[in-house]
Nanobody, 121 residues
Framework: QVQLVESGGGLVQAGGSLRLSCAAS????????MGWYRQAPGKQCESVAGITSGGSTNYADSVKGRFTISRDNAKNTVYLQMNSLKPEDTAVYYC???????????????WGQGTQVTVSS
């Protein structure tokens, strides 16, 4: 089965930086799009950034110019570099990957367990 394991969350002061990582493991034929989502208390889950297998990226307006998404296809890993963090960035961050596992040969969504990011003012 495919698993996504996240790391890199934590507590940081406003203006600081954090780097999230998410590694996919399992018997994988191919990973297509990967991305990061977040959910703040009392709010709906929102897309933060996405990246295609070819490296094209997209960002939520609220993080453009501050966050950078990247991936290492050889390591099946996606990263989110977060700079100039604001208190409103506080949320649980989830990684998502559209994966074709060899066991199913079906393009399916997989999610990480979530990592807490807290930005203090």
């Amino acid at each position: 089965q495919v698993q996504l394991v996240e790391s890199g969350g934590g507590l940081v002061q406003a203006g600081g930086s954090l780097r999230l990582s998410c590694a996919a493991s399992g018997i994988i034929f191919r990973i297509n799009d990967m991305g990061w989502y977040r959910q703040a208390p009392g709010k709906q889950c929102e897309s933060v950034a996405g990246i295609t297998s070819g490296g094209s990226t997209n960002y939520a307006d609220s993080v453009k110019g501050r966050f950078t998404i990247s991936r290492d296809n050889a390591k099946n890993t996606v990263y989110l570099q977060m700079n100039s963090l604001k208190p409103e960035d506080t949320a649980v961050y989830y990684c998502n990957a559209k994966v074709i596992p060899i066991i199913t040969w079906v393009d399916s969504d997989f999610w990480g367990q979530g990592t807490q990011v807290t930005v203090s003012s």
